[in-house]
């Protein structure tokens, strides 16, 4: 079965700092991966998304994220921290695993704090 | 436009009250879901639409009732609820079911009174 485990439910960064939001799966084949941003009240939006190709993914607002078949892992990174990139963030997990269902396997989250 | 759209934004309802709610793209998206958050925590799934079928329930309980009237559309009938079932309710679409990301509407924050 596939799972997703997102290292640090709380992060904290200066701005103006790195952001570096872990993210490793478990499965018998390679995944599907997305990263997404949830602000407080709000529903989720997608940053980016891994299915095939280029490993390195470019996502919106400035973040990218590095699909690693060896260490099983879909990091998210951001050069430089904004305040308004405070927010929840959940990485998630669908494809071969799960078939032709779109079940998305989500991580448990990690909550992104931006000091001034 | 990668919208979608849910209605009410907020809900409060008596364990005993029957209310519904609606989410709608016009993405010319072929799957439909519906999701379950409480604070804190990932969503959860409960159903998937696929071409307007039903394709998965996650073991939701009965006093939850999808409906797919046509592929733009997508509602939950609740009935009976519990103070437990207070979360918000996110809806999305996506393409297809495989390797598809899906789009999430905003959500309707509901609770059981």
């Known amino acids: 079965a596939q799972s997703v485990t997102q290292l640090g439910s709380h992060v904290s960064v200066s701005e103006g700092a790195l952001v570096l939001l872990r993210c490793n799966y478990s499965?018998?084949?390679?995944?599907?991966l997305f990263w997404y941003v949830q602000y407080p009240n709000q529903g989720l939006q997608l940053l980016l998304k891994?299915?095939?190709?280029?490993?390195l993914v470019k996502g919106i607002n400035g973040f990218e994220a590095e699909f690693k078949k060896s260490e099983t892992s879909f990091h998210l990174t951001k050069p430089s921290a904004h305040m308004s990139d405070a927010a929840e963030y959940f990485c998630?997990?669908?494809?071969?695993?799960?078939?032709?269902?779109?079940?998305?396997?989500f991580g448990q989250g990690t909550t992104l704090q931006v000091k001034p | 436009d990668t919208e979608v759209t849910q209605t009410p934004k907020h809900l409060v309802m008596g364990m005993t009250n029957k209310k519904s709610l609606k989410c709608e793209q016009h993405?010319?998206?072929?799957?439909m879901y519906w999701y379950k958050q409480k604070a804190k925590k990932p969503p959860e799934l409960m159903f998937v639409y696929s071409y307007e079928k039903l394709s998965i329930n996650e073991s939701v309980p009965s006093r939850f009732s999808p409906e797919c009237p046509n592929s733009s559309l997508l509602n939950l009938h609740l009935h009976a609820l519990q103070p437990e079932d207070s979360a918000l309710y996110l809806c999305a679409s996506s393409q297809g079911l495989r390797a598809y990301e899906q789009y999430f509407g905003p959500g309707t924050r509901l609770t059981v009174t």
């Open positions: 993405m010319g998206h072929r799957a």
């Open positions: 998630a997990v669908s494809g071969p695993g799960s078939s032709n269902t779109g079940k998305l396997i």
């Open positions: 499965s018998s084949v390679p995944p599907y």
């Open positions: 891994y299915t095939t190709g280029a490993t």
